[in-house]
């Protein structure tokens, strides 16, 4: 079936099976290789995009369901002004070791920033339960998402 | 892994979306937002062979007021609710219970009406519909029905549907403002579902309690209203004594099955913790 969407600004439009995923769709049609795919069950949230402005975990969201909407990756959140003070955050942090959980991080992180701007670091670890990383212990996340709620963006991202 | 190939329709409509489901017959499966047929097509625990993907439909969407009851789309994400405004006691058990439920990016997509359709015995939204007897509005090539909570869910992942049916709406009842409510659940980890859950609902009129309602979650094929503890708590103060007695009544109402999680009496601990935290806990 084809299947149209924009994905971070330009149309993307591709022939596919009804089962290809999202994430499979933004990687393999798309080429956007930033977002990354672990678990394929809404668990691990490396996979986590925007579609139509929310947070979304694209392993469990099929192309078909996106034809027609709005989609953001990492690759996206770079404004015209540089890094998103959440990328910033992580190099200030040393918020990644191996970066495996990074891009799903960043996604949520920036979402829930956008809704929530000055989060307790309680907060913070409530808003990225839904990401696992395996190499961190999360306490320098906490700590660059904390660092990038401090440093409020001048640039608009839209969804 | 991926799921086995399938069909994608997506419906513009209620009409259109029971006609695909005749259609397609009983191998095929309504798509709501995804967050429990999808992980379980990855794995190929469900092979459907068309999806009826209902998520666009706006008819089904939305949370709507009469004086008496609360309506809500089956549609409505989880996130919603979360953020709604609904006064009054339901309206915090409402967004207790979106709160609890998996992680922010699975509340963006997943619906109210897909987890009562899943029907999974520690769903806080299977929890809530037991606890207030909500109303489930259901349409198929039959016509629309309405059928109560205790007649709706059947057991395991099995409700009432039949495959070509719909599931339209769930109706709760307002409560008044003399009504205490309150949730308490236990889980490894925040977002994963509980372990047990406990929910319940009372009134206190002249300084004695009544219509009290628990509901437990996690315990059973299904979530089970605990009635012996609620009818000792008919008529009596709301004290700290009373609410032990209940507790205690209410672990011994259950008799959940040991698993990966601990044994029996490990649920029934918590059953008895969970019931009297809530009933303490309670608050409009
Ligand atoms: C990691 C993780 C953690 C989770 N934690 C929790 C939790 O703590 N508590 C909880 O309650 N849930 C939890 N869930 C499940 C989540 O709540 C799902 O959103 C919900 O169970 C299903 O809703 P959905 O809209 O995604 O439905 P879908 O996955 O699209 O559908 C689920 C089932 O319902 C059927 N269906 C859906 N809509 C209709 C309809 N309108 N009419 C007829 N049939 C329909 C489908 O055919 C399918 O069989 C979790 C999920 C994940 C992946
Ligand atoms: S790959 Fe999507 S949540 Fe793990
Ligand atoms: S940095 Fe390796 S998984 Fe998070």
Redesign the interface.
């Known amino acids: 079936m084809q299947v149209s969407m924009n994905i971070n600004g330009e149309p993307v439009t591709a022939d596919i099976e009804a089962r290809k995923l999202l994430v499979h769709f933004i990687r393999e049609d798309a080429g956007l290789r930033g977002t990354h795919w672990g678990c394929d069950t809404s668990n691990c949230g490396t996979c986590t995009v925007w579609v139509d402005g929310e947070a979304v975990k694209s392993c469990t969201v099929l192309a078909a369901q996106a034809d027609g909407h709005e989609v953001r990756t990492v690759e996206g959140l770079e404004g015209a002004d540089g890094l998103d003070p959440v990328q910033q955050g992580f190099i200030e942090c040393h918020g990644l070791q191996c970066g495996f959980c990074t891009p799903g991080m960043l996604m949520t992180a920036r979402w829930f920033l956008d809704r929530n701007p000055s989060p307790t670091k309680d907060e913070i670890r409530e808003a990225i339960s839904g990401q696992i990383c395996r190499c961190t212990g999360y306490k320098n996340i906490v700590d660059a998402i904390h660092w990038a709620a401090e440093h409020p963006r001048t640039n608009e991202v839209t969804a | 892994?991926?799921?086995?190939?399938?069909?994608?329709f997506?419906a513009a409509s209620v009409e259109e979306a029971i006609s695909l489901l005749v259609q397609e017959g009983e191998d095929s499966k309504v798509?709501a937002g995804?967050?429990s047929l999808?992980?379980m097509?990855?794995?190929r625990l469900a092979r459907p062979t068309a999806?009826i993907?209902v998520?666009h439909i706006d008819a089904l969407r939305g949370i709507s007021m009469t004086p008496s009851d609360i309506r809500i789309g089956s549609m409505t994400r989880h996130?919603e609710l979360e953020n709604s405004t609904v006064s009054g006691p339901m309206g915090s058990l409402l967004r207790q219970s979106a709160g609890r439920v998996?992680?922010?990016?699975?509340r963006?997509?997943g619906t109210i009406g897909g987890s009562l359709a899943h029907s999974d015995p520690s769903s806080e939204w299977c929890m809530l519909a037991t606890l207030m007897d909500a109303e489930v509005s259901i349409e198929g090539p039959r016509g629309l029905r309405k059928v109560a909570a205790h007649d709706f869910f059947v057991t395991y992942f099995t409700t009432a549907m039949e495959f070509d049916e719909l599931l339209i709406a769930v109706e709760f009842p307002q409560l008044p403002g003399n009504y205490r409510v309150a949730v308490q659940e236990f889980a490894r980890?925040?977002?994963d579902f509980a372990i047990v859950g406990i929910m319940t609902a009372f009134s206190v009129d002249d300084g004695v309690i009544a219509d009290p309602r628990i509901a437990v979650g996690g315990v059973a094929d299904r979530v089970l209203r605990l009635s012996e503890a609620e009818s000792a708590l008919v008529g009596k103060e709301p004290t700290e004594e009373n609410f032990s007695k209940a507790a205690t009544i209410a672990m011994g109402e259950v008799n959940p099955a040991g698993d990966l999680h601990g044994p029996p009496e490990f649920r029934r601990d918590l059953v008895k913790a969970l019931t009297r935290r809530a009933l303490a806990g309670a608050s409009a």
Do not use: V
Request: proline share 10%; net charge positive.
């Open positions: 892994m991926k799921p086995q190939s399938f069909d994608y997506r798509l995804g967050q999808l992980p097509m990855n794995f999806l993907d998520a996130l998996g992680h922010l990016p699975i963006t997509r980890r925040a977002g």
